[in-house]
Nanobody, 120 residues
């Protein structure tokens, strides 16, 4: 049983960096052929895949967010982190981390999600 838990500030000021960490238990983020992703859902919108870090450390990003997004991992803590730079109120959303069998698709495990509001 793999479980994921998002953590980080719920409020971020415009122009600052949004940083969230996903803690994984019940499985290693280095296990072959699994991919670790960030997805968000804004009010009135569907789920938006943001990016993925793979079991070997390779990264993949949504073209619309690539210039502002960084995903990295700490294998000793079995965690991976999302950083989204230069945030605006349009980045307000519920952010999820998830495990997938392929980059950006075939999600098999999800965190509960965490609300992040971008506001002064």
């Amino acid at each position: 049983q793999v479980e994921l838990q998002e953590s980080g500030p719920g409020l971020v000021k415009p122009s600052q960096t949004l940083s969230l960490t996903c803690s994984v238990s019940g499985g290693s983020i280095t296990t072959n052929y699994y991919y670790w992703s960030w997805i968000r859902q804004s009010p009135g919108k569907g789920l938006e895949w943001m990016g993925t870090i793979g079991y070997s450390g390779s990264t993949y990003y949504s073209p619309s967010l690539k210039s502002r997004t960084s995903i990295f991992r700490d294998t000793s803590k079995n965690q991976f982190t999302l950083e989204l730079n230069s945030v605006t109120p349009e980045d307000t959303a519920v952010y999820y981390c998830a495990r997938a069998r392929n980059p950006g698709v075939d999600f098999v495990s999800w965190g509960q999600g965490t609300q992040v509001t971008v506001s002064w």
